[in-house]
């Protein structure tokens, strides 16, 4: 195999799934790197998007389900300061990474491409974290080697239209695109370029084959557009653990009586994990996810109960800082689950809410304020999330 394919299925007949992951947070010629340009626009090495990439291929291998397209095939590329093969986390197996840069970048592309081209249900899947730039419409997705070249350092970036542009013509007829970048512009690249150039383009542009079924795509963005995005040093990043937590059953319902993620669901669960002051801090509501088009498609079937957020808090906010709160299974005698004493209230925002995470079912929550005052609630906990207020008894 390619040194960026981790996980092949050489034997399964299609349809399949087959998903192209970059994580790319090494880059030599920004600042803090071994040869860094005299002007990188602000932009600096960066820590998440490796560990970001590994988290995401590793739900692929072991949680993603779609029994209409099982997975084929996982390409993985990587820029990190210190790079380590990637274990299979089913097989153990240690699988050399190739690096992210803008050659194997387009290598990778081509590759993923000719696996998605095999059959007309087969699904792609593209998943990148690293810095990026836009310019209007445009967006370049920096490779490892940016800068490299002097005279034009976008020819070590991926251009992002161009690669939809230039998936028309794959036969795989749903096409899913997670980039997990800054869309702000750059004065130092695109906009000084003076015409449409926004990186390699490694497929040629096309229409749809008459003969080929109407393609599904749909790019989910991190950010708005003009917008940056949020990383946390030394962690997955918000957006790609928003929509990790919303692939384990914020976004999911049951409608046909099993938990599944569709892809509009999947835009409102990461939304609102990007909207919680618990999740997402001092930038909840500042970087707003975004989707291109959303035809709507099942795009994973959960294989138990989902996962759902609960945020537990007093009517007045203000008892929060005070209560004892419990949660406890409805029924089965009252067993408890969870307990937040008044020893774990945080001392930074003591009114903020009790936010935990519970299965589908039916639950009890208690406020205990005191010797004497304990306010119940029975709540059916079920995605997309739950919000719990316990007012004083009347």
């Known amino acids: 195999m390619a040194g960026s394919v981790i996980h092949l ?32 626009d602000g932009m600096r090495q960066l820590s998440s998007p490796p560990l970001s990439a590994r988290a995401f291929a590793t739900w692929l291998l072991t949680e993603y389900n779609d029994p209409e397209r099982p997975l084929g095939s996982v390409a993985l590329l990587l820029s990190e300061e210190h790079p380590t093969p990637f274990t299979d986390p089913r097989t153990r197996t240690e699988h050399d990474v190739d690096e992210a840069t803008i050659d194997n970048l387009v290598t990778a592309v081509a590759d993923w491409y000719d696996r998605g081209d095999s059959h007309v249900d087969n699904r792609l899947l593209f998943y990148f974290c690293g810095h990026g730039i836009s310019q209007g419409e445009d967006m370049a997705l920096l490779a490892a080697d940016i800068f490299a070249d002097h005279h034009n350092p976008l020819n070590g970036a991926l251009d992002f239209a161009g690669l939809m542009n230039g998936l028309k013509r794959c036969k795989a007829g749903q096409q899913v695109f997670f980039v997990d970048a800054c869309r702000s512009n750059s004065d130092v690249l695109i906009e000084s370029s003076g015409t449409r150039f926004a990186g390699r383009t490694p497929l040629g542009a096309g229409a749809r084959p008459l003969d080929l079924p109407r393609r599904f795509h749909i790019p989910y963005y991190a950010t708005l557009a003009g917008d940056r995005s949020h990383a946390r040093p030394g962690q997955v990043s918000l957006f790609t653990e928003a929509l990790l937590k919303s692939l384990a059953g914020a976004a999911s319902d049951d409608p046909e009586g099993d938990w599944r993620v569709n892809t509009s669901q999947l835009l409102t669960a990461i939304d609102h994990f990007m909207h919680q002051p618990r999740f997402a801090g001092a930038v909840a509501g500042v970087q707003v996810p975004s989707v291109g088009e959303l035809p709507v498609f099942v795009l994973h079937q959960l294989s138990g109960t989902p996962v759902v957020p609960v945020y537990v808090g007093c009517d007045p906010a203000e008892d929060n800082a005070e209560a004892e709160f419990v949660c406890r299974e409805d029924g089965q005698g009252g067993r408890e689950r969870l307990r937040r004493p008044p020893d774990d209230i945080d001392e930074t925002d003591p009114e903020s809410e009790w936010a935990i995470e519970l299965g589908f079912g039916n639950y009890v929550f208690e406020a205990h304020l005191g010797d004497e005052e304990v306010r119940t609630k029975p709540v059916t906990v079920r995605p997309v999330f739950r919000r719990v207020q316990l007012g004083k008894p009347s």
């Open 9 to 40: 299925e050489e034997a399964a007949d299609p349809p399949r799934t087959h998903a192209l992951v970059v994580g790319v947070g090494r880059y030599p010629h920004l600042a803090g790197g071994e040869s860094p340009v005299a002007d990188s």
